[in-house]
């Protein structure tokens, strides 16, 4: 029988490598990346069965690198591995067509049980996360504000990539459009927000978790990269 492809989304190299002896060890892992464009592109190239992804990363953040994804590859399973322990972004994972959501302090095993459930078409969520609370806000109408933001899916690439430090010039080359356009979204942002300054589009940025994690103290791969290294371009 063969074995189940996974391709692994993480930018955090120390972190990517224990999950890859991890995910080996049960499954084929047929690629790791480490933004969340590249996890679209190796997606797109290598229609992995199930994808592990973490959310906050560099360029494209993981939710939104999921619903592109899903738009063109329905029958791939996402399982969302993250530090936050927030419900409403595990309600915006769900929402983006994710399986799974869990944390990293979880156990390797709970890891390999989620991927599990996400094959065989169920949900799994971490037990580190109220089920009672997700409960509320996954039936909450589906129409509703929660976990909702007011900007368009694009609004929201040009959002984290000015947070993350980047020119116009180069959003607009990372972004394949022109520098005019990049500025276009970001005064429309500011407006839609209601907010007169750049400090302020970050801060909202970060509220919603767009900018890649600081390592953190998990057990994934042994200790962390300290923050005065580099991590893997």
Known sequence: ????TVLLADDHTIVAEGLEGLLNRRFK???SVRDGRALI??????????IVTDISMPLLNGLEAVRKIKTSLPRTKVV???MHADPQL??????????????????GEELIRAIDEALQGRVYLSSLISKDLISI???????SDVGKSPLTPRQREVLQLI?????MKEIASILNISRRTAETHKYAMMEALGVNTTASLIQYAMRLKLLPEEPDSSGWGGEHESKTQQKEE
Do not use: I, N
């Open 137 to 143: 806000l996954l039936e909450a109408k589906r129409d």
């Open 90 to 107: 595990a309600v915006q994972a769900f929402r983006a067509g994710a399986s799974a959501y869990l944390l990293k302090v979880s156990s």
């Open 163 to 167: 947070a993350e430090g980047r020119t």
């Open 41 to 50: 592109a190796a997606a797109e190239r290598l229609k992995p069965d199930v």
């Open 80 to 82: 969302v591995l993250t």
């Open 29 to 31: 892992l047929v690629g």
């Open 1 to 4: 029988m063969a074995l189940s």
